[in-house]
């Protein structure tokens, strides 16, 4: 990944490489293995004892540890996130007392959501099949989020003849297939086709419409019908910037003054601990 970064040399993150050693005694700031710092199944369990011996390792004679943890697990449960930030002091292997702190960071490693819509409206494939959710209503609400990218009418297609091929081996035996220019075979067609209706079109004003399916996108996603068919009236039928009505609506922006407190008595009630600490010069008199 780091060569690849280092081939774009016009930019400046293509400099990396030049910042980095494998000689762990010049460098104060390492990369460690994964899982070192602590594991996230089934909630997250900092291992404060591997960051002290992997530090004495290096016979640096380390104070203070500060480990990070990026992980798309950061936020899972409350637990992980009431103990993001996991601060002990561990005796080390000479008796010294070394502090050690290890945060989660919410990271994923997937695209941005924007880009995650781009690639499937890209592909347009019959199915998008969520792999991380937390229940079933999660994944319905995740597959709402992609289903007006999906090429349905190629997905009921699909489902259709998967009927038909179930009804031609009922009682174990295969019926015979008509051939081509037979009235059976044009029949079969007709009934294949007839069986994939348009959506249903609904008037918005403005010479504007949207379907059936436009309004399930939305609903699948936890809103409303009256909200929903509001909303994409708004918008001209656009289901993307209906979302965004919607969401600004349960959570409408606030004010620069209220949200300055909100930030000031937040940083208040926060330890006075924190990572800029670790790296402050200590003063004369400590």
Not at 62 to 82: C, H, Q, R
Not at 90 to 99: L, P, R, S
Not at 200 to 211: E, H, I, S, V, Y
Not at 235 to 261: M, R, S, T
């Amino acid at each position: 990944m780091l060569e690849c970064i280092q081939a774009h040399e016009e930019h400046v993150s293509s400099q990396i490489l030049t910042k980095c050693t494998m000689d762990e005694s010049q460098s104060d700031v390492h990369v460690i293995p994964m899982g070192m710092a602590g594991e996230m199944w089934p909630f997250f369990q900092p291992n404060h004892r591997a960051c002290v011996d992997y530090a004495e390792r290096l016979d640096k004679h380390y104070d203070e540890i500060v480990a990070f943890l990026p992980t798309g697990w950061a936020d899972s449960s409350n637990w992980n996130k009431k103990n993001a930030i996991s601060r002990k002091t561990i005796k080390g292997n000479n008796d010294k007392q070394v502090t050690v702190e290890i945060r989660l960071v919410a990271y994923s490693e997937h695209s941005a959501f924007p880009e995650l819509c781009s690639f499937v409206e890209f592909l347009r494939p019959r199915q998008v099949v969520p792999t991380v959710f937390s229940d079933e209503n999660d994944k319905r609400k995740m597959e709402g989020y992609f289903r007006m990218y999906i090429d349905s009418s190629r997905a009921k297609q699909r489902f259709f003849q998967s009927m038909k091929s179930s009804s031609d081996n009922v009682g174990g035996e295969e019926k015979p297939r008509a051939k081509k220019g037979d009235a059976s075979s044009q029949m079969n067609s007709v009934e294949t086709t007839t069986c994939l209706p348009e959506p249903k079109k609904q008037k918005l004003g403005n010479d504007a419409t949207c379907d059936d399916e436009q309004v399930a996108t939305l609903l699948s996603m936890g809103f409303n019908v009256d909200s929903a068919r509001n909303a994409l009236q708004t918008c001209g039928g656009n289901v993307q910037d209906a979302l965004d009505i919607l969401l600004k609506q349960q959570h409408p922006p606030v004010e620069k003054g209220k949200q300055d407190k909100k930030e000031a008595a937040k940083s208040s009630k926060s330890s006075p601990t924190t990572i800029k600490a670790f790296f402050s010069p200590k003063s004369k008199d400590s």
